[in-house]
């Protein structure tokens, strides 16, 4: 592999002369390779047909072997389990998030972190998703989707704009920050062609005004896990140095404690003459980070480290309304999005009460702790649940992603031939008499989990899958 000269000398610097070469061999061996079970769908990795060994830093992450193509199974698209680099597990196991916290995926796509924080929340919280790039935004939003999250807002903004719409709002707040991609140089040729010493610096200054941001929308005794895939000190320790002198109100608290294991720890001889000389206190706050180096485990490079807000005063947050009151439910619409939920959903109460709005003619069930919606890009303000059509409703595809055969009057159990061809977009034929008396919308499962929605037509379900996500296996 042909890495760049000036990396090749700065790493020599930082490294022995043996662990240098360890370090340099480990660009020949095989990549990492994983993926980490969605615990809103599964409850273990014995659901999956794979073999599967446990990542050590992430209790929902396994090892997967690539030639099982697990990317291309039909229990992927039902969303049980969403492929991610292993190293890359450790960010959102950081940030230890409890099922009643409001936390924020600052630098979200493509979703491996937001759907790891969405499997901790475990469908209560808030989880608020947020990617600059519209169409990177995109792929944030339908892998939301897939997974059946329902508790989650997908944001395309920047990150000044974030904070002055949640000033002091988040509990846990993730900052996996734009990079130099060091860490990502064995499985991305396009990372080492990108690579330049000034692009590092460049990357730090960003870095330091997303964290700059990112404090602001903190509440008090709230948590920011910064993380990076690069080796370059400029982007980590020097990073961390620099946030603890600018807000001394914060604190690290050391991986160990969190995570529960020794792996690799942030190194104050990293850090350049600019940042020296470094006291106690800072020197034991870069020891507290995470350092994940190739040639050490089994993934990538990565940096990650956990700062706590010391309680106390901070800024006020503006109390928001909960609704914009210009796309709210009518008592009408919602009399009639009752009545056509009770054709096909088992228990309607759970939806009668709750708080919606219009985006154009789609409608969704916007989350119980999500502020007004007015003033902030979004791509997806909530769980879609329906599209609005003349003088009816047409269940949304997410909402199917959602729900589990329990919650439906009808679902059909596919058969793998009849789940990829579900997936395709051809109709399925019903050949017993599971469905003999259903009538309208049906929830297409396969090995319990829902695929989408089917409407059937006397032995025929009729496909609804969206043309967009049809796959030819």
Same mark, same amino acid.
């Given at each position: 592999?042909?890495?760049?000269?000036?990396?090749?000398?700065?790493?020599?610097?930082?490294?022995?002369?043996?662990?240098?070469?360890?370090?340099?061999?480990?660009?020949?061996?095989?990549?990492?390779?994983?993926?980490?079970?969605?615990?809103?769908?599964?409850?273990?990795?014995?659901?999956?047909? /794979?073999?599967?060994?446990p990542v050590p830093w992430a209790?929902?992450?396994?090892? $997967?072997?690539?030639?099982?193509?697990?990317?291309?199974?039909?229990?992927?698209?039902?969303?049980?389990?969403?492929?991610?680099e292993p190293s890359a597990m450790?960010?959102?196991? +950081?940030?230890?998030?409890?099922?009643?916290?409001?936390? %924020?995926?600052?630098?979200?796509?493509?979703?491996?972190?937001?759907?790891?924080?969405?499997?901790?929340?475990?469908?209560?919280?808030?989880?608020? @998703?947020?990617?600059?790039?519209?169409?990177? $935004?995109?792929?944030?939003?339908?892998?939301?989707?897939?997974?059946?999250?329902?508790? $989650?807002?997908?944001?395309?903004?920047?990150?000044?704009?974030?904070?002055?719409?949640?000033?002091?709002?988040?509990?846990?707040?993730?900052?996996?920050?734009?990079? @130099?991609?060091?860490?990502?140089?064995?499985?991305?040729?396009?990372?080492?062609?990108?690579?330049?010493?000034?692009?590092?610096?460049? %990357?730090?200054?960003?870095?330091?005004?997303?964290?700059?941001?990112?404090?602001?929308?903190?509440?008090?005794?709230?948590?920011?896990?910064? @993380?990076? %895939?690069? /080796?370059?000190?400029?982007?980590?320790?020097?990073? +961390?140095?620099?946030?603890?002198?600018?807000?001394?109100? /914060?604190?690290?608290?050391?991986?160990?404690?969190?995570?529960?294991?020794?792996?690799?720890?942030?190194?104050?001889?990293?850090?350049?003459?600019? /940042?020296?000389? +470094?006291?106690?206190?800072?020197?034991?706050?870069?020891?507290?980070?995470?350092?994940?180096?190739?040639?050490?485990?089994?993934?990538?490079?990565?940096?990650?480290?956990?700062?706590?807000?010391?309680?106390?005063?901070?800024?006020?947050?503006?109390?928001?309304?909960?609704?914009?009151?210009?796309?709210?439910?009518?008592?009408?619409?919602?009399?009639?999005?009752?009545?056509?939920?009770?054709?096909?959903?088992?228990?309607?109460?759970?939806?009668?009460?709750?708080?919606?709005?219009?985006?154009?003619?789609?409608?969704?069930?916007?989350?119980?702790?999500?502020?007004?919606?007015?003033?902030?890009?979004?791509?997806?303000?909530?769980?879609?649940?329906?599209?609005?059509?003349?003088?009816?409703?047409?269940?949304?595809?997410?909402?199917?992603?959602?729900?589990?055969?329990?919650?439906?009057?009808?679902?059909?159990?596919?058969?793998?031939?009849?789940?990829?061809?579900?997936?395709?977009?051809?109709?399925?034929?019903?050949?017993?008499?599971?469905?003999?008396?259903?009538?309208?919308?049906?929830?297409?499962?396969?090995? &319990?989990?829902?695929? &989408?929605?089917?409407?059937?037509?006397?032995?025929?379900?009729?496909?609804?899958?969206?043309?967009?996500?049809?796959?030819?296996?």
């Amino acid at each position: 592999m042909n890495l760049p000269e000036k990396f090749i000398e700065r790493m020599k610097s930082m490294l022995s002369p043996e662990e240098f070469e360890l370090f340099n061999a480990s660009y020949s061996d095989e990549k990492s390779y994983g993926l980490r079970i969605n615990p809103l769908k599964i409850k273990s990795q014995d659901a999956l047909p /794979f073999f599967l060994s446990p990542v050590p830093w992430a209790k929902e992450g396994f090892y $997967a072997v690539p030639d099982e193509k697990p990317g291309r199974h039909v229990l992927h698209e039902a969303g049980a389990y969403y492929i991610q680099e292993p190293s890359a597990m450790s960010v959102a196991a +950081l940030s230890d998030a409890k099922p009643s916290d409001i936390v %924020c995926d600052l630098c979200a796509a493509p979703g491996g972190k937001s759907t790891q924080l969405a499997g901790m929340l475990d469908g209560n919280g808030l989880l608020v @998703s947020n990617e600059i790039f519209g169409q990177r $935004a995109k792929i944030l939003s339908q892998n939301i989707e897939r997974l059946g999250i329902s508790n $989650a807002v997908v944001c395309n903004e920047t990150p000044e704009n974030m904070a002055k719409f949640f000033p002091a709002f988040f509990d846990k707040i993730i900052v996996d920050a734009p990079c @130099s991609g060091e860490g990502m140089f064995r499985k991305d040729d396009v990372a080492i062609e990108e690579w330049t010493s000034e692009n590092v610096a460049l %990357c730090a200054q960003r870095q330091r005004s997303i964290l700059s941001q990112a404090q602001n929308m903190l509440k008090p005794d709230g948590v920011i896990v910064y @993380s990076t %895939c690069t /080796f370059a000190p400029a982007e980590n320790e020097e990073i +961390l140095v620099w946030f603890l002198r600018e807000y001394p109100d /914060f604190c690290v608290e050391d991986y160990h404690d969190i995570l529960g294991i020794d792996i690799s720890s942030g190194n104050p001889d990293f850090v350049s003459e600019e /940042f020296k000389p +470094l006291t106690d206190d800072e020197k034991t706050a870069i020891k507290g980070s995470l350092r994940l180096w190739p040639h050490k485990i089994k993934g990538e490079g990565h940096f990650a480290v956990r700062l706590r807000k010391n309680g106390g005063e901070t800024a006020t947050q503006k109390k928001k309304k909960k609704s914009s009151g210009k796309n709210i439910l009518s008592k009408s619409d919602r009399k009639q999005l009752v009545e056509f939920l009770a054709e096909f959903i088992n228990d309607t109460d759970l939806y009668a009460d709750r708080r919606y709005e219009y985006f154009g003619d789609e409608l969704y069930l916007i989350p119980d702790k999500m502020p007004e919606l007015k003033g902030i890009k979004l791509l997806r303000p909530g769980l879609h649940i329906a599209t609005r059509k003349k003088n009816r409703f047409e269940p949304a595809h997410a909402f199917a992603k959602y729900l589990k055969p329990t919650d439906v009057k009808y679902s059909f159990e596919c058969s793998d031939e009849q789940a990829e061809k579900y997936l395709h977009g051809d109709v399925i034929q019903i050949t017993d008499n599971s469905l003999n008396n259903a009538k309208g919308f049906v929830l297409v499962c396969f090995k &319990g989990l829902s695929l &989408g929605w089917g409407k059937i037509t006397n032995n025929t379900i009729k496909n609804h899958y969206p043309k967009g996500l049809r796959i030819n296996y």
